[in-house]
């Protein structure tokens, strides 16, 4: 059984999946010198392993001949034609809830280092400055939380065990509602899908209703904040803080000036990058291939 992987990067998960698979499979990375669709199309798999890949209508019709599954190694679906896929017979499945630890624990990390603002500290160090530059605390704040799944959860507990007050929203949270809940916050995390509803959904209004000086972080889908909006925040000085796991375009330019400012933290795509989450992964990854040969029903199947 032939297995390819389509990301571009998290190439340590593709150690950690491959040295658990049954006897007879074999996991390639897809050679990104040529489009997905060529590659599938000369060496159709039978399972696809999408993680950020875009995997249209026409990868998987190419596929299709041979492919029996889409087996996300994530929990987000949204770069996955699912249309298609139910279209040719072709299961798709991902693996929820098996990073929402590493990514609870980075949304503190970014938190924390919004607060006490580390581009600046980094700067104070490298001049040899002591005492620079003045935070601020979590403990006695309020943190707004969109998207309440299984990460959105792990966070709140998390920002509780700070001393954080803690509210939260679902996708389907009315806008004046989502707009009133940020007004009395002093930081948002979002952890929501990116869906026609959700993208762009912290736009203009949602970042005006905070107030001056609070914390973002998006560990969702870069689209999920209005690029324009969240500059023209940062323009004005309304904003205290950004920090992004995910961005509008991957790879990113990290020559981009928004990721110069002294105001935004970044980090490369990694929230949900450790040992304990590639394992959990490779356990859901192996088992559903584990089901397929033995023709069992298959976990977390989404469509």
Same mark, same amino acid.
């Given at each position: 059984?032939?297995?390819?992987?389509?990301? !571009?990067?998290?190439?340590?998960?593709?150690?950690?999946?491959?040295?658990?698979?049954?006897?007879?499979?074999?996991?390639?990375?897809?050679?990104?010198?040529?489009?997905?669709?060529? $590659?599938?199309?000369?060496?159709?798999?039978?399972?696809?392993?999408? !993680?950020?890949? &875009?995997?249209?209508?026409?990868?998987?019709?190419?596929?299709?001949?041979?492919?029996?599954?889409?087996?996300? =190694?994530?929990?987000?679906?949204?770069?996955?034609?699912?249309?298609?896929?139910?279209? &040719?017979?072709?299961?798709?499945?991902? +693996?929820?809830?098996?990073?929402?630890? @590493?990514?609870? $624990?980075?949304?503190?990390?970014?938190?924390?280092?919004?607060?006490?603002?580390?581009?600046?500290?980094?700067? @104070?160090?490298? !001049?040899?400055?002591?005492?620079?530059?003045?935070?601020?605390?979590?403990?006695?704040?309020?943190?707004?939380?969109?998207?309440?799944?299984?990460?959105?959860?792990?966070?709140?507990?998390?920002?509780?065990?700070?001393?954080?007050?803690?509210?939260?929203?679902?996708?389907?949270?009315?806008?004046?509602?989502?707009? @009133?809940?940020?007004?009395?916050?002093?930081?948002?995390?979002? &952890?929501?899908?990116?869906?026609?509803?959700?993208?762009?959904?912290?736009?203009?209004?949602?970042?005006?209703?905070?107030?001056?000086?609070?914390?973002?972080?998006?560990?969702?889908?870069?689209?999920?904040?209005?690029?324009?909006?969240?500059?023209?925040?940062?323009?004005?000085?309304?904003?205290?803080?950004?920090?992004?796991?995910?961005?509008?375009?991957?790879?990113?330019? =990290?020559?981009?000036?928004?990721?110069?400012?002294?105001?935004?933290?970044?980090?490369?795509?990694?929230?949900?990058?450790?040992?304990?989450?590639?394992?959990?992964? +490779?356990?859901?990854?192996?088992?559903?291939?584990?089901?397929?040969?033995?023709?069992? =029903?298959?976990?977390?199947?989404?469509?």
């Amino acid at each position: 059984m032939e297995l390819l992987f389509c990301g !571009s990067g998290w190439l340590d998960v593709v150690d950690v999946i491959a040295a658990r698979l049954p006897a007879g499979c074999r996991l390639r990375a897809w050679d990104r010198q040529r489009p997905l669709v060529d $590659e599938v199309q000369a060496a159709p798999p039978d399972v696809l392993l999408p !993680s950020n890949a &875009h995997v249209d209508a026409a990868v998987i019709t190419a596929a299709a001949p041979r492919l029996r599954l889409i087996q996300q =190694p994530a929990a987000g679906t949204d770069a996955i034609d699912l249309a298609a896929a139910r279209a &040719h017979g072709v299961p798709v499945c991902n +693996a929820p809830g098996a990073n929402q630890t @590493a990514v609870a $624990e980075a949304t503190l990390l970014l938190l924390l280092m919004l607060a006490r603002r580390w581009p600046l500290a980094q700067r @104070a160090f490298a !001049s040899a400055t002591i005492g620079a530059p003045l935070g601020r605390e979590l403990a006695g704040r309020q943190l707004a939380i969109v998207g309440l799944g299984r990460i959105g959860q792990a966070v709140a507990a998390r920002a509780q065990a700070l001393g954080m007050r803690v509210v939260g929203a679902t996708s389907t949270t009315s806008r004046p509602a989502l707009h @009133a809940m940020l007004a009395a916050s002093d930081a948002v995390s979002l &952890h929501c899908p990116l869906t026609a509803a959700t993208r762009g959904l912290i736009d203009a209004a949602a970042l005006a209703a905070l107030p001056p000086h609070a914390l973002v972080v998006n560990l969702a889908r870069g689209p999920v904040i209005d690029r324009p909006a969240l500059e023209a925040a940062l323009a004005r000085g309304h904003l205290g803080g950004v920090g992004l796991d995910v961005f509008w375009h991957e790879p990113w330019d =990290p020559a981009d000036p928004l990721y110069a400012d002294p105001r935004v933290v970044t980090l490369p795509h990694v929230a949900g990058s450790t040992q304990e989450a590639f394992a959990a992964i +490779a356990g859901i990854v192996v088992d559903n291939v584990a089901r397929l040969q033995r023709g069992a =029903p298959l976990v977390h199947r989404i469509a």
